[in-house]
């Protein structure tokens, strides 16, 4: 990765080939400015994951390069995560991991924040995770299907925070819901399969 | 020697080793926990067990011999991709086996072998104490820094490396303290009460409170609680001592049942938190 990049940019793609033991997707090429919600779209297997992984380190360039703002700050939303079954953490607790004030949760979750992780639903301990990274005092968000697992009630939170995010923050969104990307993304990037 | 034995200067050392001991495997043990790993620590018992009893066969200290044969499975452990609980059992019985046919090789080394499995503690001089200080010092000097970064690290798996913050640091401290908590209980307690106390306090804590220091600091009081009557029981009524605190710890498992009660008296169901938390739905997306 290069940390050279132009001064409207956070982020950019240049014919980035990503993957694990061998290359899964790409060539890609896109960028994320500041602001910006940038939807990434596409299949399943397509290689939404990996990309976001390629950003976070997890996954290996093949080819291409990634470029980031320098001191770039970033959270990452993962696809499908594991609640513990048994961990006395507070959803505050985990909350504020990220460096996220639990105080400023949006106030339909606060009832939520004193609880144990294992007290939550698959969805509402999604939902705890989503707004730690939407809240956390970094550049760039990048989550990854976020709309997995939540209700109608849950989705309607989710698009709030979205919407009335800090307007210098950055989201790289991933997700098939072709509607709430349409409804909430400043551009699209479509991936084949 | 006094009339109680429980006073007896000769069980001093013992005593106080085993309770730094105990401190420093329950606070580690909710580690384990956390990071799903707890089973790694009988992986690594055996293993320290193996190169103890290696060790008295080529006549050299056994903590070094334990210290190397549990370094080298951290270092595996570390180094492969994926490691889980079928590699953590493959570790224990390789370290069982090869504890008991080492064994077989030098005088009584059958029973040194069934004493560093089963365990004991009366056995246990100054260098061990001296290393359960060690250790129990700095476990107290890191605990408020690494326990965040280990959080975070389980629930946001990519965090640090994103950020570019150095993984390293954490990552070394927690298996350099894994090992050698691992080794020290092994020698000093025995394979299984060392991994009874891994395993058991924080699998009983993490159910009985709510909030992470909370069941870290209960974690370490029923540990502490499990080895004080154990040890005075043990010698009391004369009886082995490992056995005696692992059966103790089984028993305090029960305490469990009490999360049952909890959950009586503090009742919340999903639907009552769903009309709580939520605010009316539009249905919105799910219509398209």
């Known amino acids: 990765m290069n940390d050279a990049l132009h001064a409207h940019e956070l982020l950019s793609f240049d014919e980035v080939v990503a993957g694990y033991t061998s290359p899964v997707v790409g060539p890609v090429s896109f960028e994320v400015g500041p602001g910006e919600i940038v939807g990434l779209s596409g299949p399943n297997g397509s290689g939404k994951s990996t990309i976001l992984r390629a950003i976070t380190g997890q996954s290996r360039i093949f080819a291409g390069e990634v470029r980031r703002m320098q001191r770039l700050r970033i959270t990452h939303q993962w696809q499908r995560p594991e609640l513990p079954p048994e961990l006395a953490l507070l959803a505050r607790e ?10 400023s949760a949006p106030e339909h979750l606060r009832s939520l924040m004193s609880l144990p992780l294992n007290r939550l639903s698959g969805g509402q301990f999604q939902m705890i995770q989503s707004m730690a990274c939407l809240n956390a005092p970094v550049d760039l968000v990048l989550m990854d299907e976020p709309t997995n697992n ?5 989705l309607e939170l ?3 925070m979205l919407k009335t995010k800090a307007p210098s923050k950055s989201v790289l969104l991933v997700s098939h819901e072709k509607a709430f990307l349409q409804d909430h993304c400043t551009r699209f990037v479509e991936m084949d399969a | 020697m006094s009339e109680w034995p429980l006073f007896d200067p000769i069980f001093r050392i013992p005593f106080f080793t085993g309770l730094l001991l105990t401190v ?6 909710a ?3 956390m990071r799903n790993e707890w089973l790694a620590a009988l992986g690594l018992s055996h293993m320290a067990a193996a190169g103890g009893i290696a060790a008295a066969v080529l006549h050299i200290p056994p903590l070094a011999g334990a210290f190397t044969a549990t370094g080298l499975a951290t270092c595996a452990r570390v180094a492969l991709p994926r490691v889980g609980n079928s590699h953590y059992g493959i570790m224990m019985l390789a370290g069982w086996s090869f504890t008991f046919i080492m064994g077989s090789y030098m005088d009584h080394g059958f029973v040194v072998a069934e004493t560093l499995v089963r365990g004991q503690l009366y056995f246990t001089y100054a260098p061990h104490l001296l290393g359960a200080l060690v250790l129990f010092a700095v476990l107290l000097a890191l605990v408020s820094w690494l326990s965040p970064k280990l959080l975070t690290a389980r629930f946001f798996p990519d965090y640090h490396q994103a950020n570019r913050i150095p993984v390293w640091p954490y990552a070394t401290a927690y298996h350099a303290l894994v090992m050698a908590a691992t080794v ?3 020698i000093s307690m025995g394979a299984f009460p060392a991994f009874a106390l891994l395993f058991i306090p ?3 804590g993490f159910v009985l409170v709510d909030g992470w220091n909370r069941s870290l600091r209960l974690s370490v009081c029923i540990g502490v609680t499990a080895y004080i009557i154990s040890f005075a029981l043990a010698m009391m009524v004369d009886l082995p001592f490992g056995p005696v605190l692992t059966a103790m710890l089984v028993c305090m498992s029960s305490l469990r049942l009490l999360t049952a009660l909890r959950r009586q008296s503090t009742p919340v169901s999903g639907d009552e938190l769903q009309r709580n938390y939520l605010p009316p739905a539009t249905e919105k997306f799910r219509s398209r």
């Open chain 1, 94 to 103: 985990l909350y504020a991991l990220t460096g996220a004030d639990p105080d």
């Open chain 1, 150 to 154: 939540l209700d109608g009630r849950a």
């Open chain 1, 158 to 160: 989710l698009s709030q």
């Open chain 2, 24 to 29: 420093s495997l329950s606070l580690i043990g």
């Open chain 2, 31 to 33: 580690w384990l926990r």
């Open chain 2, 184 to 186: 020290l209980g092994t």
């Open chain 2, 202 to 204: 924080s699998w009983i």
